[in-house]
Nanobody, 121 residues
Framework: QVQLVESGGGLMQPGGSLRLACAAS????????MAWYRQAPGKQRELVAGITSDSSTHYADSVKGRFTISRDMSKNTTYLQMNGLKPEDTAVYYC???????????????WGKGTLVTVSS
């Protein structure tokens, strides 16, 4: 069984920084692309940042220059460094990973349960 566990959320003042982490655990062959999504109250879930298995990255326009996604392949972990936080960054942040549980089988999307980030003074 595959699990994604996020950590690092919390309350931060505007302009502050937080670092989220997401670790994949369980029985699987390989982790491919990983990404962070977020969902603010009353809004649809949106892609924040993604990173491929060769470490190519992409970001939502709203976070470019402020957020940085990275990964540690040896730990099956992805990180989201969030700087210059704004109140509009307040949301539940979800980790997503594309994983093949067995070599040669299709990759499937897995999700974490989310971690709340609140930006407020």
């Amino acid at each position: 069984q595959v699990q994604l566990v996020e950590s690092g959320g919390g309350l931060m003042q505007p302009g502050g920084s937080l670092r989220l982490a997401c670790a994949a655990s369980g029985n699987f062959f390989s982790v491919y692309a990983m990404a962070w999504y977020r969902q603010a109250p009353g809004k649809q879930r949106e892609l924040v940042a993604g990173i491929t298995s060769d470490s190519s990255t992409h970001y939502a326009d709203s976070v470019k220059g402020r957020f940085t996604i990275s990964r540690d392949m040896s730990k099956n972990t992805t990180y989201l460094q969030m700087n210059g936080l704004k109140p509009e960054d307040t949301a539940v942040y979800y980790c997503n990973a594309r994983i093949a549980t067995v070599q040669g089988t299709p990759r499937m999307d897995y999700w974490g349960k989310g971690t709340l980030v609140t930006v407020s003074s």
